[in-house]
């Protein structure tokens, strides 16, 4: 008996709980690259026999029990099989601190390995990187797009990485509580980046990856109940929980991109942007006067959720705080967001300028936001011949099929001639 | 698991008076007392300066001794200790009770 192929499940479970099956075996194995291997071996030995034997019914429960066999078949054929075998057969918990101090949440494997990837005494620029290819089981090629470097570079950073975690005997766990500030930069970068993905990911056909921002949104909770009085945690929480309230205006009944000047504001989660609101201010409480980055990013979501509609947004507040951003981190990225809120508060002209001062920074040049944002100035300007050449431009860059739907309605609306 | 802890000193390390010598040594004796307190297994020396060392260079079977060290740095190992510690962060934790500014510590090959 053939049952219906699982394939959109199997896809589903890989993107929901490959961290929990690699965390599970990590612990037991205390060997990341043998327990990346044996994780992939389950989910290939899924999409084998789940169209035959149909899903089980504990189908995380059945990876994990699959990877675990893979993992001792692979052992069996390394010479380390003596050494390791007992560590499968009795997990060591020896190390197992409780950073919680008795608080009632309990990490889980996810976090764990975050704190594990981002131990300070791996390369930073690996940290994050690694964090994201075994939390999300991401392809490689996708991470090194992410840091704008080729494939080689990023699989010979992330297999570096591991062989130290390995080597050096960095510990598997989450930090003591004291331990914590040296590693939670990256920590929340991870997390960040993880939403950040997951709402704009530039490749594929998809702009919204409703998993990675579940991932995050999961993670941050988890930060805020273990360091209730770290602001930035805060802070980021804060910024995911706006977003997601956002999330059900983001789209029409076709599933395409609704941007935020067009958004029906009633079908915001009002629920969660009290929650998120609430979080910003005792976030900028806690930051005490001296807002990190993802206070700033939090307090600018806040104002745009506060306003009754695009226009009554208080774009002089979001320009002074884009400003207080680009004095303490500042980034092509934030620039671009910047020159935006300049146009929304100074008209198109003073946009297009600010626009055309960063259209030579080679980090913005391949991204289509810098064009589509040269696109709509020039529009506003009513200079339409210009603007559909900047949306061509942003149409050659963009690696989204959403974004490029959204790209060619700009076009579509332009006036025929000027 | 086996680490080693190298302690760099600035190259003129061993310029420094017999007094100020007298001072380091004494601490790294009290660091090796605490060692020994908490059960740790180790061992741990403290060097001469590189201006004794001695390189050998093998090449097609045939050796060269010249003087010096190996390469010239501005800093340059001065001791080291190798201990026993259940992971990194238990032997980073050890590292810091030891009395030195510039520290490596380097797993051993098991």
Redesign the interface.
């Known amino acids: 008996m053939t049952h219906p192929l699982p394939d959109a499940t199997i896809a589903a479970l890989y993107e929901r709980e490959w961290a929990r099956v690699l965390g599970t075996i990590t612990h037991l194995t205390r060997d990341l690259e043998l327990a990346e291997d044996a994780t992939q071996d389950a989910f290939i030995a899924a999409i084998d026999s789940w169209p035959q034997s149909g899903i089980p019914t504990q189908p995380v429960a059945w990876l994990i029990a699959t990877a675990k066999r893979k993992a001792i078949d692979r052992l069996r054929r390394q010479t380390t099989l003596q050494r390791k075998l007992p560590l499968l057969i009795v997990p060591d918990t ?2 197992d601190d409780d950073p919680t101090d008795g608080d009632d949440v309990i990490p889980d494997e996810t976090l764990r390995l975050i704190f594990t990837c981002c ?1 300070p ?1 791996l390369a930073p620029d690996a940290r994050v990187a690694l964090t994201l290819r075994l939390i999300t089981g991401i392809p490689t090629a996708d991470i090194a797009t992410l840091f704008l470097v080729s494939e080689p570079t990023m699989a010979a950073r992330l297999t570096r990485a591991k062989r130290k975690i390995q ?5 598997y766990r989450v ?1 003591p509580k004291a ?1 914590m500030p040296a590693r939670l930069p990256a920590v929340l970068q991870v997390i960040f980046l993880l939403f950040t993905n997951g709402h704009g990911a530039r490749r594929g056909p998809e702009f919204v990856r409703p998993t990675h921002i579940h991932h995050a949104e999961r993670l941050a909770r988890m930060l805020v109940a273990l360091l209730p009085d770290d602001a930035e945690a805060t802070a980021l929480l804060a910024l995911i929980v706006l977003a997601e309230a956002r999330r059900p205006a983001r789209h029409d009944a076709d599933g395409e991109l609704i941007l935020l000047p067009d958004q029906d504001r009633r079908r915001w989660n009002h629920a969660l942007i009290a929650e998120g609101l609430a979080r910003t201010r005792r976030a900028l409480v806690l930051s005490a006067g001296d807002p990190g980055p993802y206070a700033l990013e939090a307090a600018i979501a806040a104002l745009h959720t506060e306003a009754s509609s695009y226009d009554a947004t208080d774009w002089e507040q979001v320009v002074s705080l884009y400003n207080m951003m680009m004095d303490r981190a500042p980034s092509p990225l934030i620039a671009l967001s910047r020159a935006v809120a300049l146009g929304e508060r100074d008209g198109p002209a003073v946009m297009l300028t600010e626009v055309d001062r960063l259209a030579d920074d080679p980090a913005l040049h391949a991204y289509a936001a810098l064009h589509i944002a040269r696109g709509d100035a020039l529009a506003g300007l009513g200079r339409v011949t210009e603007a559909s050449v900047a949306f061509e431009a942003a149409l050659a860059t963009s690696q989204n099929a959403q974004e490029i739907r959204s790209i060619q309605r700009r076009l579509a609306r332009l006036p025929r001639s000027s | 698991m086996k680490y080693m802890l190298m302690i760099y000193d600035p190259a003129d390390y061993w310029d420094a008076t017999e007094d100020e010598q007298t001072a380091d040594y004494e601490q790294q004796v009290s660091f090796s007392a605490w060692l020994r307190e908490q059960g740790i297994t180790f061992i741990g020396e403290a060097l001469q300066s590189p201006t004794t060392s001695t390189t050998l260079r093998t090449r097609d079977g045939e050796t060269t001794i010249t003087d010096g060290p190996f390469i010239e740095l501005k800093e340059v190992l001065g001791g080291f200790y190798l201990f026993d510690a259940p992971d990194l962060d238990a032997a980073i934790a050890i590292a810091k009770r030891c009395p030195a500014a510039n520290i490596e510590l380097r797993p051993v090959w098991e």
Do not use: F, L
């Open positions: 020896t190390h131990h005494a080597i050096a005997g960095i510990p930090p331990e």
